[in-house]
C-alpha cells in the first residue's frame, strides 16, 4: 500500500495557512483534476481528486487539523476520516456541495451581486495634488419606486416559484466521464429570483428596475496616478434577487499639463536661460504647481544640468510625503548678436584658457593622445 502524501503538500498550501487559503486551494485543485475537465489520464484525475477532498476534509475541521499537525496521519485514526478512495465522485460532490454548489461537469450560478459600473474622472495635476472632492452624473438600473423592485403592481405581491419551490435553483442531472452527476443551476422559470409576478407593475413591466440618473460625491485621493481605479462600493446596480449591489469604478485619467511632466512623484520642466546667466549665476522664475517660484542658478551651471526644488512634486499615495520638481536649464545661444555684444564675446574669447574649463581640457588632452597614439 502507497504512504500517503502530507496533506500541506496535496493542497500546495503553507501549515500556517488560514481555513479561506486552504478553501481556495483545494477549489483550484478540485477544478483542475476534475475529470470531466482534465485532459490526461481518467484514472489518474479520479485518484489526484479523490486525495484532495480527503486532504481537505482534514484541514479545513479545526479539530482534525489540529490532531494531524501533532501526530500525523497516525493521530487521524478514529477520528471520523472518510474512506475517499472507496467512495464515489458524486458522493464528493455532494459532501462539498457548499464550495462548488454541486461539482459535476459545472458549478451552481455565482451569488446575486448585482452588476458592476464605469466612469472616468479627469483630473489636472493640481487637483491630484491636492486630493478633491469629485461629483460624478451618472445613470444605473435601480429599484423601480412604484413597486420598490418587486416587478408586482401596487397592491400585490409576487406568488412562490412552484418550479424551485422558491430556492431559485434547480438540480440538473449532467452526463459526465463516470456517469450522472447533478449540477445547480438558475430555476428557468423565475430566473434564479424565486418568485414569479402574475400580475406586473405598469411603469417597470415586471421587470422591478428603471433607469435612473445618480448624482454622488466620491473623494479622490492625493498623489493618484492616469489609469488608477478609485473603487466606491455599492454604488453599482443591485443583484436580480435584490441582493448587494455592485461597485462603480472611477478610472482616473490626468490631463497632460503644458509646463510640467509627471515622474512618478517628481515633477520635471525644463527652463531656457541665457549665456550669462549660465556663467555668472543668477534667478529665474520656473513654473510649479502652486505658481510662479524663483530659482537660484549657481555660477557655472551648465547646459542640461539639473537643479532640485524639494517637496515641490506630488504626494506618495501611502506615506504622504511629496516628491520633488526637477528643473533642467538649457543655455540659449542667441542666434544674433549686436555690434557691442560681438566686440564684448571676442575680447571674452582671447581670455578663454582651456585649463580652467575641465570638460574641454579632457577632450583636448584625449585629442592629442588619439593622433599621437596614430603616428
Known sequence: MSQKRDYYEVLGVERSSSPDQVKRAYRRGALKYHPDNYKGDKAEAERRFKELAEAYEVLSDPPKRQQYDRFGHEGLRGAGVHDFSSMGLSDIFSMFQDIFGGLGGGFAEPAHRGYDLETQVELTLEQVAAGIEQTLEFERMDFCDTCGGSGAKSGTQPRRCSACGGYGQVQQQMQGFFGVSVRIV??????????????????????????????????????????????????????????????????????????????????????????????????????????????????????????????????NQRSGRPGDQLVQVFVEVPHKLSQRQRELLEAYARTEEPDVMPHRKSFLDKLKEYFAAGK
Do not use: W
Open 186 to 315: 438558475a430555476c428557468p422559470t423565475c430566473r434564479g429570483k424565486g418568485n414569479v409576478v402574475t400580475d406586473p407593475c405598469g411603469d417597470c413591466r415586471g421587470a422591478g428596475r428603471r433607469r435612473k440618473k445618480r448624482v454622488l460625491s466620491v473623494r479622490i485621493p492625493s498623489g493618484v496616478h492616469d489609469g488608477q481605479v478609485v473603487r466606491v462600493r455599492g454604488e453599482g446596480e443591485p443583484g436580480p434577487t435584490g441582493a448587494s449591489r455592485g461597485d462603480l469604478h472611477c478610472y482616473i485619467r490626468v490631463k497632460a499639463h503644458p509646463l510640467l511632466v509627471r515622474q512618478d512623484d517628481d515633477l520635471l520642466c525644463q527652463v531656457p536661460i541665457s549665456f550669462s546667466q549660465a556663467a555668472l549665476g543668477g534667478r529665474v522664475e520656473v513654473p510649479t504647481l502652486a505658481g510662479m517660484e524663483e530659482l537660484e542658478v549657481p555660477p557655472g551651471t551648465q547646459n542640461a544640468e539639473v537643479i532640485t526644488l524639494k517637496r515641490r512634486g506630488l504626494p
